[in-house]
Nanobody, 114 residues
Framework: VQLQASGGGLVQPGGSLRLSCVAS????????MNWHRQTPGRQRELVAS?????GAYYADSVKGRAAISRNKNTMYLEINNLKPADTAVYSC???????????WGQGTQVTVTP
């Protein structure tokens, strides 16, 4: 199983970004997919999660500004009104229930700066 994250970039404050995460390989059951972010010197933060039924979780730091969605094994995260505090490496993860293992994608850098 492989996860591939993309969509990061350089954005001005107030702008928007849409991140994508594509899971491929021997996937049978992957009920929940997650977005995380991390900045140097800080603990990794769970930003948002989505399950196969469309149920979603958002961290307080992005609630009201983010929308997570999922189409089978592809997950999206759109963040609006980006702030410099959103600058981080964003990575995706998922737990495959048959393999009983978590899989992580490589990070994609999001930089919010004037």
């Amino acid at each position: 199983v492989q996860l591939q994250a993309s969509g990061g970039g350089l954005v001005q404050p107030g702008g928007s970004l849409r991140l994508s995460c594509v899971a491929s390989g021997s996937i049978v059951s992957m009920p929940t997919m997650n977005w995380h972010r991390q900045t140097p010197g800080r603990q990794r933060e769970l930003v948002a999660s989505v399950n196969t039924g469309g149920g979603a979780y958002y961290a307080d730091s992005v609630k009201g500004r983010a929308a997570i969605s999922r189409n089978k094994n592809t997950m999206y995260l759109e963040i609006n009104n980006l702030k410099p505090a959103d600058t981080a490496v964003y990575s995706c993860s998922a737990y495959e229930t048959i393999l009983r293992k978590s899989f992580w994608g490589q990070g994609t850098q999001v930089t919010v700066t004037p």
